[in-house]
Nanobody, 118 residues
Framework: QVQLVESGGGLVQAGGSLRLSCTAS????????MGWFRQAPGKEREFVAA????????NYADSVKGRFTISKDNAKNTVYLQMNSLKPEDTAVYYC???????????WGQGTQVTVSS
């Protein structure tokens, strides 16, 4: 089974930047789409961004457009989430997910905490 390992979370001041990484143990048709989600305390998990290994599809939530960039390194089976101009409301546990198509996520990572102080 596919395993996803996230890294790169931490504490940053508002206006700062962080880059999250998610490495998949394998890259197959079942992991065609890679997505980032986040869950803040007391809130439901929400979609942040997604990308396909082909690069044909990239999507962003309106709340992060222009600030976050999702990218990939096929050779490393790794997807990145570059987060700039961070706001306190970006504070959440960020999860990586994968599935055969965007919107159909089958496997999830363990999550990495991002905390933005004001």
């Amino acid at each position: 089974q596919v395993q996803l390992v996230e890294s790169g979370g931490g504490l940053v001041q508002a206006g700062g930047s962080l880059r999250l990484s998610c490495t998949a143990s394998i890259r197959t048709f079942s992991t065609y789409c890679m997505g980032w989600f986040r869950q803040a305390p007391g809130k439901e998990r929400e979609f942040v961004a997604a990308i396909t290994w082909s690069g044909a599809v990239t999507n962003y939530a309106d709340s992060v457009k222009g600030r976050f960039t999702i990218s990939k390194d096929n050779a490393k089976n790794t997807v990145y989430l570059q987060m700039n101009s961070l706001k306190p409301e970006d504070t959440a546990v960020y999860y990586c997910a994968t599935g055969p198509r965007c919107g159909e996520y089958k496997r999830w990572g363990q999550g990495t905490q991002v905390t933005v102080s004001s």
